[in-house]
Structures are given as C-alpha cells and as structure tokens.
C-alpha cells in the first residue's frame, strides 16, 4: 500500500518556497524579456518557467528517508513533484508554438525555421529531443494511454535523465535571456543537481541505503491477504505508526516482482524487533508475496511519510476510519498501544465488507480489551450498508471535536470525507491516505 492524500495540503513554507523557486529564473531574465515583441517575450518565458519547473520536479524525487517528514511526508512531496512536472510539460509546449507564433509576424520561412531548424543547430535540436522524451515519459502520468502500469512506468521514467540533459544543455547553449555567469551558475547549478538527484535514484539507491532482511514467515489473513514478517540480517529499520517503505524481494522461485521496488505500509509496532507488512493482491508483484520461501532475501527503503503527525499523540482525541488493506498503519499504531498501554482516546472504526475479510479484526479487538481509553469497532457493509452518520455518531458521540485520520480504497475515503464536512469537522483536522502512486 502507498498513500497519497486527496485532503492534500502543502505545508505553506514549502508552497512558498516552491513558488519563489520557479519565479526567481524569470525574475532574474525579466529585463531581457522586456526589451523583445509581446508574444516572443512570452515564449521565451514559457521556456525558462518550464525548465525550471522541470529541474525542481527533478530536484524533488530524490527520496531521503527522514527528510520527507519536514516537507510534509513524502506522499506530499510527491504531489508537489507531479504539480511541478505537469506544469513543466504545458509550459514547455507552449514554449516553440510561442515562438513560431511570434515568427509569423516576419514571414512564413521564418516560423518554419523556428519549427524545423537546421540539423546543424544542436542547441535547438537538443531542446526538441528533450521535448519529445518529457512527452513519452510523462504520457502514462497523465493516463493518455489507460491506467499505467506501476513498473513500465518506472522504465519510462528513465527518460527524464536524457531529457534533463538535453533540456540543460538547450538552456546553457542559448542562454538568451538569463546571460553571464548568472544564468550559468543558475542553470548549471539547478542542473547539476537534478542530474546527481537522477543518478542517485536510478543506479546508486539500489546500493546506498536498504536495509536487508530475511523473510521469517508469510502468514496468509484472508483470500489474496498476507502478511509478511521480516528479521533484519544486520542494521534494522526504524519507522513510526503509519510509515511505509519500498520493498524488493529476490527470492529466485517467485519471478514476478523480483528486483522491483514496491511501496507497502508497515504494519508492526515500532518497538517490534521485526517488521510486518500486510500485503494485498492488487497485482502480480503484490500477489506473488504470498509465495515468498522463508529465508528469502527482501530489502526496505525508507521509511518514509507522516500519516500520523507528532501532535497526534496518545491523548489527543482521534478517529480512525479503516478499510481492506488501509487499515495498516492504524494495526501498526494499535500493537505500539498494546506494547506501551498508555491511556488513550482513539476510536476505530473498521470498514469491511464481510467478517471474514475483517482479518485484523479479532486482533484489533483483543488490544482495545487491554488498552484503556481505545475503542474499535468493526462495520460490516453486507449487515449495515454503507457507512453514515449516524452510526459514527453512535461509536463517536464526540466526533466533531476529534482529529479524523482515513485510510482505505478511494471511494470509502472520499465518502468519510464526505461525511465529516456534514459533522462539521475542519479540513485541517481530517488526515488521509488512498491507494495511488503515480
């Protein structure tokens, strides 16, 4: 399971910061553009805003565990990238159809020229090679084809490194509107960086940074359910309640997944010697989890987000919405409350569609028996419908003065969501997390 929220808020230094990078290129170019036509200023502004828009989205895939949590968790960061990324790939278009469009005010020959320059012109050429690479890698973000698939996305995503390139050599080789060593300290800088960044993820991260773990037992809950218990061949992991991290398996038996990164919430206790992860079949890589031999090397990365911030504490009135395979993070702060027993005011509320696909429910139950001041209760859409108001008011009578986290399939989520506007509750107080990636 991964996260990211559709409550999304951007901390606001980070939203401003952000902004302040992606103007300060124009600020620095805007005495050139001033002195040019309307529309070839425009161009050349689409392009230096499109650029930098790129490198930051570049910038901000680097993926440090324990660095997302100051920019709001790495769910928020990765919604920043993909806002920063869509507005690079617009700006970008724009960009020579601006151009060529300003062109046409000189003569038919010259928009030509701006649009098929000569192929001795390396500099344009690289801008429109880079151009072309960012429309076939970011095409499965945007859905044109259908829904993507999660790793021939990632294969894809390999384009952006050529794009980079070729982007920051188009951009250093003009250099028309941020000249001198400003714009070349700036350019090169923004993209030496994005580069190394690029390098990092793609080839050194598979080296630098995971932890290696061994599979202890594959403990299957529910029909296309396990879970997986890992004990670290060396150095462990460290992560809170809510965490996730990216797991790769290299069991040699099981083919689909080997060697491939996936994202999955840890489902154990921060102070378990091992870590747990309960895994879904939502696909061949997840599915084949279940067929992981004992002994099997995996490897996690990270861990990374901030599902639950660090005022949430044991004391402060909580509500948990959970459901199918979102109930994770919530099992994982409930076996640290059945560790620690501290007094508590947590409500869970446990969606499922039938007991037997309640897996975690018993469990759940036996650590509210032993946990003063924390409740579940389990919700059957087959006995009760779907979930209202009414019977979370009967769970919660306080719930209008509680912080909301929601975790679970999309459409549950946005109906909780739904039903916490009616009750009154802030937005600022209502955290969530769904199924999606890209």
Known sequence: MVTIEPVMRIPRPVAIAAVLLALLPL?????????????????????????????????????????DPWLGGLTTVWRLHHLLGAAAFLLLMAHPLLLALSAAALSPRAVGMMLWPPLDDYAVWAGWVALAAMMVFLAPSFGFFGPPRYQRWKRLHLLSGLALVLGVAHTLTLG???TGAGGALLWGGLGVLAVAVFVYRAVLSNWIGPYRYRVANVSPLARGVVELTLSPESTPLHHRAGQFAYLRHFDPEVRPGFNEEHPYTLSSSPREDNVRIGIKALGDSSAAAARLHPGALVTLDGPYGRFFPPEAGDKAPQLWVGGGIGITPFVSRARDLGIRKPDCDVVLVYCANRPERGYYGQELQDIA????????????????????????????????RRTVFVCGPAPMTGHVIRLMDRAGVPRHRIHTEVFDLL
């Open 27 to 67: 600020m620095l170019a805007a005495p050139a553009l001033a002195g040019s036509g309307w529309l070839y200023g425009l161009g050349r502004a689409t392009g230096i805003a499109g650029m930098t828009c790129f490198l930051l989205a570049a910038i901000l895939s680097v993926r440090i565990p324990g660095v």
């Open 176 to 178: 028309r509107a941020i």
């Open 369 to 400: 028996a032993s946990v003063p001041g924390f409740d579940v209760h389990i919700h059957y859409f087959n006995e009760r419908e779907l979930l209202d108001l009414d019977y979370l008011r009967e769970v919660c009578r306080d719930l209008e």
